[in-house]
Every structure is written in structure tokens, then in C-alpha cells.
């Protein structure tokens, strides 16, 4: 998206602000003055929309790189790599994703990415031993998908550690198990490592310059600079506001100048609250947390997913070393 650099930060303000009053005025840490060191086992840069919010929390919340630490520092979340991906799902759901071609530059690095996966699990081992030396007991903002957390805290745990950072730290995640199979107690072991239980949990995307909160009732709640709309999947026409209605989830995003901020999503939703409060108490508009993908309905499994997840990337580069 033709994003700003004034939007990019007006957004991390939005988030920040989110974080420090999502249950109560001044309930969370305000990261905009607090500035708690950063921790994510992922990518420090790259184009896509994920890494360019990242470069301003690390600004804005951490205080710079100095107060921040990532999985990969130095390398770059390929574009190339995200752009297989989304290709790859759509090849996978026409039954076609053997006759996809790849470009001759593309083929060239597969010894990049094939050592980068090889050195995966070493890195991710100093990874987390060097979070643990720099920041044990420290409070700090850790910005991570469960599946890369229950990795962490099943290694973790295995090694005797427990409580490895401070209570009144806060974890940012969103986006389910990304399709892996965790279980039943798996949170419940991720904060058991970390030592702190401080969630906010967002569904989201990269269309949009702000993200729904997760309240205790398991709910998202709209936030009031997103217009929001379910559709009749069939028509396309909009369904009533009011009640419960599950349709395909569409919304106009209030923030963005530079390009229009009308989005039809391939997400079903059911939505509600138009006239009733949540059961967490809370006031607007909310969607349920069973939100499932239209593509996968069809014939695929019901998880919240896209072509830039942790793991659609990870796929896109097996794909990739296979040819």
C-alpha cells in the first residue's frame, strides 16, 4: 500500500494507545514512553507491510536498535519469497501447483534460503539463550505468533528455565496457530516460560493502518476508525446491522490519504454487537472469533491464515528448494 511515513507512525500511536488503555485507562504499558526493549524471533526488514510497521516500533517503542533484538538482524524478508507464497496458495487451491514457474533469479538463490534453513535451528537456539542473557528478568515488548512461542517455551522448559522475563512485560500476537497443531495447555507453558501474562492479541491486515483487540470474551472488537460491513457472500449486497449476521467481512478504513480505504476481505465473519453489548461488557462492534477463510472452506482446512504468515513463507521456500 502507497503508505506514508507520517501513517506508518500514526498507526504505532493507534497500537501504542491500544496497548496502554485496552482494559483500563493506563491498564498496560505506554511503549511511547516507556520505550521496554523489543524481542522477535523474526525479520528486522523488509518491504512488506509487517516490516516497515516494524522499523517504527522500533523507533517509536524500543528507543532504536540499540534496545531491540530479532532473529534475523541483517537479512531481509524476501519479497520474492512472499510473492511464491501467494502464488504457491493460489496454484494449491486450483490443483495446479505443479506446473508453477519459477523464475530464473528466483531458482538462482535457493542456496541462499536453503543455508538459511539449515542454520534455522542453531540460530533460533542463541537466539532465545541471547534474549534470555540480555533481558532476563527485564520487562519488554515481545512481538511473536504462538507457534514460534510454544517452540520457545517447550525448549525452554526442557532446559529448566521458567519465569525468563519480568511480570510487567507485554506480548503482541495475533493470528492463531498459523495451521500447526499445538496443544491444549499451550499457553499455559508459553507463560510459564516467559513469566508474564500480559496478551493483546489483533486480527488484522496489512490493508488496514489499525487492528482489532482481543477482549477476555474471545472477541475482536472494531476499532471506531474502521467503518465494518458484512456481506452476503453470494451478492455481495450488505447484510443489516444489527443482531448477529455471518457473512464475508468487508471495511473502510477512515485513517489512510493516499489511497482508498475500502477492502473486501476473503475472510467469513460473524459480527455483532451493533445493538448489545459484548459479553466482556465492552460497547461497538465486535467479530467472533470462529473467522474462517473462504478458499479453505472450499476444500481446504478453516484456519486464519495469509500468504505472508511465518509459515506460508516457510512453505513457499520447500517448494522452492524442491525444484
Known amino acids: 500500500m502507497p503508505r506514508t511515513a507520517e501513517q506508518w507512525v500514526q498507526a504505532n500511536h493507534i497500537t501504542a494507545h491500544c496497548i496502554r488503555d485496552w482494559n483500563g485507562p493506563r491498564s498496560g504499558p505506554d511503549l511511547l514512553v516507556e520505550r521496554l526493549p523489543m524481542v522477535q524471533p523474526g525479520y528486522r526488514h523488509g518491504a512488506g507491510a509487517t516490516y516497515r ?3 517504527q516500533m522500533v523507533k517509536l517503542w524500543a528507543g532504536g ?3 531491540a533484538l530479532f532473529l534475523y538482524p541483517d537479512d531481509y524478508f524476501s519479497a520474492d519469497i512472499a510473492s511464491l507464497a501467494g502464488r504457491l496458495r493460489a496454484a494449491e487451491a486450483r490443483g495446479v501447483q505443479g506446473g508453477l514457474d519459477l523464475s530464473p533469479a528466483l531458482l538462482a538463490r535457493r542456496e541462499e534460503f536453503a543455508a538459511r534453513e539449515r ?3 542453531e540460530r533460533m537456539k542463541e537466539f532465545i539463550n541471547t534474549a534470555i542473557q540480555r533481558y532476563g528478568g527485564r520487562d519488554i515488548c515481545l512481538f511473536a505468533v504462538w507457534p514460534i512461542l510454544f517452540e520457545w517455551a517447550e525448549e525452554g522448559l526442557a532446559a529448566g528455565i521458567r519465569h525468563a522475563f519480568g511480570a510487567g512485560s507485554q506480548l503482541i500476537s495475533g493470528g492463531g496457530s498459523k495451521g500447526r497443531v499445538l496443544p491444549e495447555d499451550y499457553r499455559a507453558q508459553i507463560v510459564e516460560f516467559l513469566g508474564f501474562d500480559r496478551v493483546i492479541e489483533f486480527y488484522g491486515m496489512s490493508e488496514l493502518m489499525v487492528n482489532s483487540p482481543r477482549c477476555e470474551a474471545g472477541n475482536y472488537h472494531v476499532p471506531p476508525v474502521l467503518v465494518p460491513f458484512v456481506l452476503d457472500p453470494q451478492t455481495g449486497m450488505p447484510l443489516p446491522r444489527s443482531g448477529l ?4 467481512f468487508a471495511v473502510f478504513d477512515l485513517l489512510p490519504d493516499s489511497y482508498w480505504g475500502g477492502l473486501v476481505t476473503g475472510d467469513q465473519v460473524t459480527m455483532g454487537g451493533w445493538e448489545q453489548p459484548c459479553d466482556c461488557g465492552r460497547q461497538g462492534v465486535y467479530v467472533a472469533a470462529d473467522i474462517r477463510r473462504f478458499g479453505e472452506m472450499q476444500g481446504g482446512d478453516d484456519k486464519v491464515n ?9 512453505r513457499a521456500v520447500e517448494f522452492l528448494l524442491s525444484q
Open 306 to 314: 495469509c500468504a505472508g504468515a511465518p509459515e506460508a513463507h516457510d
Open 119 to 121: 542454520q534455522r535451528p
Open 53 to 55: 510497521g516494524v522499523e
Open 65 to 67: 536498535d540499540d534496545n
Open 245 to 248: 449476521q455471518t457473512g464475508r
